[in-house]
């Protein structure tokens, strides 16, 4: 099985987020997208990130009746940091036949260096960086290691400019994310009062 690995906050997931998972799964030919909600990511202070039953519920929302795309809880379970490539070695032991792709946003190659072990993340999945356009900004790719840059695929989307701290201030604000989410997950930040 081809399974696409997209992690991050979801806070809250956004059509930006489907939109990209959507690509990627049609593009790489990926039988499957797993979004993968962070329990502690590296750059972000412990406890800046709302509840992780809330992200799981809002990500359960936004892929209901999608069977190609589901949540996982393999960083939520563990009670430690989430190093992208401690998730890729635990799949991949528990799923060896299976190959992996990590989608992540062509900028993040910008630090890929900086990341945990980037080489072995490359052994373990093909990196999938998403770009607006086929073809990738010399400058993202300057500092990436030449192992990680054979294991890296392009994905080309439409632009959209969506972004979850955007989000949670229009609803700080009570301002509108009609359109900027699902309904259902507007739905829910409401009746949760999430982000006031």
Not at 15 to 41: M, N, S, Y
Not at 77 to 84: N, Y
Not at 100 to 109: E, H, M, P, V, Y
Not at 179 to 192: D, K, N, S
């Amino acid at each position: 099985m081809r399974i696409g690995i997209f992690g991050g906050a979801f806070d809250p997931v956004h059509f930006g987020h489907l939109l990209l998972a959507e690509q990627c799964r049609e593009q790489c030919g990926l039988d499957q997208v797993w979004f993968v909600p962070t329990k502690i990511p590296p750059h972000k202070p412990e406890g800046s990130l709302t509840d992780d039953k809330h992200r799981v519920e809002m990500l359960k929302l936004a892929i209901a009746g999608i069977p190609e795309f589901q949540v996982s809880r393999i960083e939520l379970d563990r009670a430690a940091i989430s190093w992208t490539v401690d998730t890729l070695r635990n799949l991949r032991s528990g799923r060896p036949d299976d190959e992996f792709f990590l989608l992540i946003g062509a900028d993040s190659l910008r630090d890929f260096s900086t990341w945990r072990e980037p080489d072995a993340i490359a052994r373990l999945a093909t990196i999938v960086a998403v770009n607006r356009g086929p073809v990738l900004p010399a400058e993202l790719t300057d500092g990436v290691s030449e192992t990680v840059k054979r294991s890296l695929q392009v994905v080309d989307i439409p632009g959209v400019d969506y972004s979850a701290t955007d989000i949670r201030e229009r609803v700080a604000e009570d301002r509108s994310i009609r359109f900027l989410v699902p309904r259902a997950v507007e739905v829910y930040i409401q009746q949760h009062g999430l982000y006031r």
